[in-house]
């Protein structure tokens, strides 16, 4: 088998992969990429080859670039090519290619005046942060801590929590490594 057809052979466990790592179903899918429930499951099974008209929504779905959702051989380069995205009114900017595991982000908290009301968030897990800019306030239930830069938190995400922007002068950056539940909660919108 060449490298190309092992390629081809496992872009379908991958896209179930993806879809199971984000935990939803092929209905929920459908509706992300306008794909039907069942080209998305022979797609997945490995009875169709998918066309780049399918593989681009499924990659806008799945937040990743096409030739990590398809395991595209390697080129040499090394460099991981950050592509940020929006949510929550916060940037994100992956520092890895995903892989199912834990998962880097550098994330941009614009200043207070510019930030949507707290949302807090509950899910399993733990979640690490270190600021590189700026100031963030991390509330946990009804305890608030402000960190400034070179300061990181790590903390147990059963606990209420919401990060933020301490000041309204200028956005925040910090680092941010998530685990699938914390990723699902706050990248995807699962």
């Keep these: 088998m060449t490298e190309d057809e092992a390629v081809l052979q496992?872009?379908?466990?991958?896209?179930?992969?993806?879809?199971?790592?984000?935990?939803?179903?092929l209905a929920d899918?459908?509706?992300?990429?306008?794909?039907?429930?069942?080209?998305?499951s022979r797609l997945e099974r490995g009875h169709i080859r998918p066309t780049l008209e399918?593989?681009?929504?499924?990659?806008?779905?799945?937040?990743?670039?096409?030739d990590e959702?398809?395991?595209a051989p390697a080129t040499g380069d090394p460099r991981v090519h950050l592509r940020p995205f929006?949510?929550?009114?916060l940037t994100f900017v992956p520092l890895g290619i995903k892989t199912g595991g834990v998962q880097a982000y550098k994330v941009i908290y614009p200043p207070v005046s510019q930030l949507p009301p707290p949302k807090f968030h509950r899910h399993p897990g733990r979640e690490w942060?270190?600021?590189?800019?700026?100031?963030?306030?991390?509330?946990?239930?009804?305890?608030?801590?402000?960190?400034?830069?070179?300061?990181?938190?790590?903390?147990?995400?059963?606990?209420?929590?919401?990060?933020g922007n301490a000041r309204d002068d200028m956005p925040a950056e910090t680092i941010?490594?998530?685990?699938?539940?914390?990723?699902?909660?706050?990248?995807?919108?699962?």
């Design 29 to 40: 899918l459908a509706e992300r990429t306008g794909l039907t429930p069942s080209t998305l």
């Design 129 to 163: 942060f270190y600021v590189l800019r700026g100031a963030v306030q991390l509330v946990l239930t009804d305890t608030r801590t402000v960190l400034t830069a070179g300061e990181a938190a790590e903390f147990d995400t059963n606990t209420a929590h919401w990060i």
């Design 86 to 89: 929006h949510k929550h009114g």
């Design 69 to 71: 959702l398809v395991a």
């Design 54 to 66: 399918q593989l681009l929504p499924l990659a806008r779905a799945y937040a990743v670039p096409i």
């Design 10 to 25: 496992n872009v379908g466990p991958r896209l179930r992969h993806f879809r199971k790592a984000l935990g939803i179903t």
């Design 176 to 190: 941010a490594i998530y685990g699938q539940q914390g990723e699902r909660v706050h990248i995807t919108d699962v």
